[in-house]
């Protein structure tokens, strides 16, 4: 066995991604355990629907940049577990993280750790180990019980909110924000780009009853000034930013890590953080792996995500539009799959090939279905002319499944 197939096998014998445990008791104990290694670090955490990893990517490159040595920490990943644990923005070696998982694996059984839980505390210990100035950290699940909140973050962020994990969270937009919001700290600082009133209305008074600062990204000055499929030139209260991502919700991602960093870290020069910003990469994340004809790797597995990438595509010209799609079972995949059917001159519905077991049969009769996601690649691929366009969009995971087919690993 390889490394990587090794530390796979360690982490699924902990009941893959899929098992969940939406408690923070017994990992909190696990983290005494071990010395506490979370409270080594200054932090901050990023909470949210949408945009959670590339608002993560770009304050970890700012930080960086100014040169700080930064820690950042996402999920899921799409290639390598290696992905969710950065140094510098550099994913940890396959070695050392098996080195790492190795070493604590008694600590992980002893406890009952989830994946989700195991990979955090390693990222933790790796924090701790590399002595970084900060933490830069996505929330993986909801907030309040996600082993990611058990920090005191210097400054919290909160992207967006919509429908998701609904089965967990809630099935309001309400609901779930109150789950998000449960990573807030008394006196702490609070960066939003929600812009429902009456979501933000919540948002206050929680603030207030926290007495937490509360800064909104809708209040800065966002002004796109040209896109194309390479990325967007745009203004963030006039300073000209270029984005090597076109999608317009990498602008809102922009603008809310913006403001994070010029309250949180003032002496950072605006001509760092331009610099910064031009430098984040956002892999699967409406991602051009290949030109004439385009292909498009883009992971959108919710209705909030399938939107922002419908108003993207609508932003930019195309010939035709050929799209491979395939979505988790445990997502609302219909209303999602008939948004895509309108948009695209040609659809061809597949799976994700680890959840074949779950899919209900309504999912394979919406409409054309190829069950291998690598096929249904090749279909669509015949029948492309150089200037149109292959969108595989849906599930991080199939995006993950097939990136392979054009870059070997991830880089950020």
């Known amino acids: 066995m390889t490394e990587l197939q090794k530390l796979e096998a360690l982490l699924e014998s902990l009941g893959g991604e899929k098992r969940i445990h939406y408690a923070l008791e017994h990992f909190k104990a696990a983290l005494t355990s071990v010395g506490d290694p979370q409270k080594s670090v200054k932090t901050i955490l990023i909470g949210g629907t949408n945009g959670k990893g590339t608002t993560t990517l770009f304050i970890s490159q700012a930080l960086k940049a100014y040169g700080l040595k930064v820690s950042t920490y996402l999920s899921p990943h799409l290639q390598s577990p290696t992905e969710r644990i950065l140094t510098q923005l550099t994913c940890i070696p396959q070695s050392e993280l098996l080195s790492l998982a190795l070493e604590f694996e008694p600590t992980a059984r002893n406890f009952s750790l989830?994946?989700?839980?195991?990979?955090?505390?390693?990222?933790?210990?790796?924090?701790?180990?590399n002595q970084s100035d900060f933490a830069v950290i996505e929330v993986g699940l909801g907030g309040r019980l996600d082993s990611t909140n058990v920090t005191d973050p210097i400054a919290t962020v909160l992207t967006n909110i919509s429908l998701d994990h609904e089965w967990l969270l809630g099935n309001t937009h309400e609901a779930i924000l109150k789950e998000k919001l449960g990573v807030l700290r008394q006196e702490s600082l609070l960066f939003t780009g929600i812009q429902d009133p009456k979501l933000l209305k919540t948002v206050e008074e929680r603030c207030s009853e926290l007495d937490a600062i509360l800064y909104y990204s809708k209040e800065l000055r966002i002004k796109v000034e040209e896109i194309s499929w390479e990325g967007q030139r745009v203004l963030i209260n006039n300073?000209?930013?270029?984005l090597t991502n076109p999608s317009l919700g990498t602008i809102e991602n922009a603008a809310l890590a913006f403001l994070t960093l010029r309250i949180v870290f003032p002496a950072i020069p605006i001509s760092t953080l331009q610099e910064a910003f031009r430098m984040t990469k956002t892999p699967g994340r409406f991602?051009?792996?290949?030109?004439?004809p385009r292909v498009i790797l883009s992971g959108d597995h919710n209705p909030a995500g399938l939107k922002c990438l419908k108003n993207t595509l609508a932003s930019v010209s195309k010939g035709k539009l050929f799209t491979v799609c395939g979505f988790s079972p445990d997502k609302a995949f219909t209303?999602?799959?008939?948004?895509?059917t309108k948009l695209s001159d040609e659809i061809l519905l597949t799976q994700i090939p680890r959840l074949q077991d779950k899919y209900p049969d309504n999912y394979r009769r919406l409409g054309a279905?190829?069950?291998?996601?690598?096929?249904?690649?090749?279909?669509?691929?015949?029948?492309?002319?150089?200037d149109d366009t292959l969108l595989i969009t849906g599930s991080l995971y199939l995006v993950g499944e097939v990136r392979r087919l054009w870059r070997e690993t991830v880089e950020f």
């Open 114 to 129: 989830t994946y989700f839980e195991f990979l955090t505390l390693l990222f933790f210990v790796k924090a701790q180990r």
């Open 239 to 242: 300073y000209p930013f270029y």
């Open 287 to 292: 991602e051009i792996v290949n030109h004439r």
């Open 335 to 340: 209303p999602m799959y008939q948004d895509l």
């Open 369 to 386: 279905f190829e069950t291998d996601p690598i096929k249904a690649i090749e279909k669509m691929s015949s029948k492309l002319k150089s």
